[in-house]
């Protein structure tokens, strides 16, 4: 996005390396207690993904989207873009801009290894007042239900995902939100950060449980935690099909694929209660018609859980 063409929410702070643009949305805060939503995309994403979210969000409530190094109007990184180094120029930006109020942290997939790096860093824990995680991606995501395996990439192959998977027809955005957030991940400066990260993503899953931090659960303590899951069969299938209508795949590369779809949900149930692990306050709930991006064709339930978090909070305080 040129800066003839930046929305007027847009503000680029300095976070010493480089300028990150940060999007405020909804009014200032009323008092410096009063908690504020910051969002956090999946891998490959940039902060357009949230706009049907932060459109049904209150009028009355602040909210934060941002583009990480290398997206939209964030400048490039001298850093390669593991989750540590996300992580640690989250907390510069918060500094830098600086938001100073206790944070709603909204993330979504590769967030939730993003959050917990962030969690984990000096200083940073203390600002977060509760999550909402958004069919975010537990430590050992990988090891039980990998989208990457090389069976699933031969029969997804050439299949394009948003519209196999029923995204392009079933997102809540309005059709100027939706050209937006096309247009973006169309442009060669998201394609080479989605490279990027792209490489960084499957170890960064490593190094988080190397920090072994289930032995310290719970990492929150009693700050509200909201998780919603997302179906991974209903991508999946419709990846399948589409990718087998292209002839795509051998058999056994296929039979592969059907007995993973088939226990996907159960597993990816189980990946998603572990979160509730971070917190003594949480609640898990299901969007029954989504798949991965619920943010896109549920966004009501991603406001659910920001209002059922702010309501613990009140209840709390």
Do not use: C
């Amino acid at each position: 996005m040129s800066s003839s063409t930046s929305p007027s929410n847009l503000t680029l702070v300095n976070i010493g390396t480089h300028s990150l643009a940060l999007y405020t949305h909804g009014p200032e805060p009323s008092s410096s207690e009063d908690p504020v939503v910051l969002f956090v995309s999946g891998v490959a994403t940039s902060s357009l993904v949230w706009a049907a979210v932060t459109r049904l969000l209150p009028p009355s409530l602040r909210s934060y989207t941002y583009d990480r190094s290398g997206y939209g109007s964030s400048e490039l990184s001298p850093l390669a873009p593991t989750a540590e180094n996300i992580a640690l120029e989250l907390s510069r930006l918060i500094e830098k801009a600086p938001i100073s109020n206790p944070l709603i942290i909204v993330g979504h997939s590769w967030a939730g290894v993003l959050v917990n790096e962030f969690v984990v860093l000096p200083r940073s824990g203390p600002s977060v007042a509760a999550l909402v995680l958004v069919d975010a991606n537990h430590e050992t995501a990988l090891q039980v239900l990998n989208p990457f395996h090389a069976n699933f990439q031969a029969i997804f192959a050439g299949v394009e995902a948003y519209s196999a998977k029923g995204i392009t027809a079933e997102h809540k955005l309005t059709q100027e939100e939706w050209d937006a957030f096309v247009s973006d991940e169309a442009t060669e400066k998201h394609k080479l950060q989605a490279e990027k990260e792209d490489n960084e993503y499957a170890p960064s899953f490593e190094t988080l449980r190397k920090k072994e931090l289930g032995k310290r659960q719970p990492l929150l303590g009693d700050k509200p935690v909201y998780v919603i899951g997302g179906f991974r069969s209903r991508d999946w299938s419709r990846m399948y099909k589409a990718g087998v209508e292209k002839g795509n795949g051998t058999e056994e590369q296929r039979s592969y694929a059907r007995e993973t779809i088939r226990t996907a949900d159960e597993k990816h149930m189980g990946l998603m209660k572990e979160h509730l692990k971070l917190s003594t306050k949480g609640k898990l709930v299901f969007a029954h018609e989504s798949g991965h991006f619920v943010q896109l064709t549920q966004p009501d339930i991603v406001v659910d859980g920001v209002e059922w978090v702010l309501n613990e909070l009140q209840t709390s305080s």
